[in-house]
């Protein structure tokens, strides 16, 4: 990865295997990533409603290694984004802290809100730490998908698509929610 120093302020808009993304990074790190959309304008007006989000198109080589990333995973790949930078300024300590908790979440690995609260230090808060996930604003390189309801409930989810996305999210990386398939018909033998 470059150091902070050499990053450069800009954002891209990429077509991948399940639709437009879009990412937008300051000169400390990656600042808001849009999942996917049908078309690279809806993803382009999201990105630029965002104070922050520079015009310029110039992909440093994180940037351009990030959005190889972003479409291996895209594709059904296990990615690992934790090597990302992420800059998060003006976001409280508390979400930072959130954040970072689940930010160590593994591919297909999965946790509750209340399991996520105590790893970040604030256990009996799960429904503080949803919000604060909902306004997670890189989600999959911060990933909050892998975040479920008590119960193995799949819980919300405020990208487009709301939890059908985070479904077909968890489901790319192996992960089952809800009941378990009906029992397999008997052959009678």
């Given amino acids: 990865m470059k150091t902070a120093s050499s990053i450069t302020a800009g954002h ?17 790190g990656l600042i808001r990533l849009c999942l996917p959309e ?5 993803v382009e007006r999201r990105l ?18 990030l959005i190889a990333s972003i479409k291996a995973y895209a594709a059904g790949e296990d990615v690992d984004f934790t090597g990302f930078p992420v800059d998060l300024d003006g976001i409280d300590d508390f979400r930072l802290a959130v954040y970072d908790a689940a930010r160590k979440l593994s591919y297909g690995e999965t946790t509750t ?6 790893r ?13 996930l909902g306004a997670n604003p890189v989600p999959l390189v911060i990933p909050c998908h892998r975040i479920l309801a008590a119960g193995g409930k799949i819980g919300g989810f405020s990208a487009p698509g709301g939890s059908v996305t985070k479904e077909k999210m968890l489901a ?14 008997s052959f009678g033998f």
């Fill in 12 to 28: 891209a808009v990429l077509e991948t295997v399940i639709g437009f993304m879009g990412i937008a990074w300051s000169e400390k």
């Fill in 38 to 42: 049908r078309s690279r304008e809806a």
């Fill in 48 to 65: 630029m409603r965002h104070p922050g989000v520079s015009a310029s198109t110039a992909q440093p080589s994180w940037v351009v290694e």
């Fill in 113 to 118: 809100y209340g399991e996520l609260a105590k």
């Fill in 120 to 132: 970040a230090g604030h256990a009996g808060l799960p429904r503080e730490t949803g919000a604060a």
């Fill in 172 to 185: 790319m990386e192996g992960v089952r929610v809800g009941p378990p398939p009906p029992a397999q018909v």
